[in-house]
């Protein structure tokens, strides 16, 4: 689970896998020493956000 988990996997995905919840899936994480990622989508770069370094 923590190899799955560090290899990208969400605690959802994790929890779907293994029939547990999530806050079971994310205890699990925990007591296993795991530094949990923020939750939530990434913000990703925007298109043209460079636009202002071009002038």
Known sequence: MVNAYN???SI???ADTYGM?????RRVLLAE??????????PTARRGSDRMSRY
């Open 33 to 42: 020493g795991v530094r949990l990622r923020p939750t939530g989508r990434q």
């Open 21 to 25: 919840s999530y806050n079971q899936t």
């Open 7 to 9: 290899g990208g996997r």
């Open 12 to 14: 959802r995905q994790l």
